[in-house]
C-alpha cells in the first residue's frame, strides 16, 4: 500500500504540529503501522459513518484520529481531527 497526503491533510497536521511538536512521532508511527500490519488493534481502525461513509478512521492519540479512504493500493489520507469533529 502507499499513502497520498491531500492538500487539505498536510495543511491540518501542519497546524497540529505547530500546537504539539511531539505529535510528529506518533502519527509516523501510526501510519507505518497502518501501512505494514492495518489489522494492529492499535490503530483502532474502523469505518465511518454518515457524510463520511466511504471513509476509515485511525487513532493517533486521546481524542485526535486521522481519516482517509481506501482506493486500490493507495490510502488517501484525508483529515486530522477530534473523534467529536467526524
Known amino acids: 500500500m502507499n499513502l497520498h497526503y491531500t492538500n487539505h491533510f498536510k495543511r ?10 511531539s505529535l510528529k512521532k506518533k502519527v509516523i508511527a501510526q501510519l507505518n503501522l497502518l501501512l505494514e500490519n492495518p489489522g494492529a488493534p ?3 481502525l474502523h469505518k465511518l459513518k454518515g457524510k463520511r461513509i466511504n471513509q476509515y478512521s485511525i487513532w493517533i492519540e486521546a481524542n485526535l484520529r486521522i481519516t482517509f479512504i481506501k482506493e486500490k493500493q493507495t490510502y488517501i489520507l484525508t483529515d486530522v481531527l477530534t473523534h467529536d469533529q467526524y
Open 12 to 21: 491540518r497536521l501542519r497546524q497540529r504540529f505547530k500546537k504539539k511538536p
Open 42 to 44: 492499535s490503530l483502532r
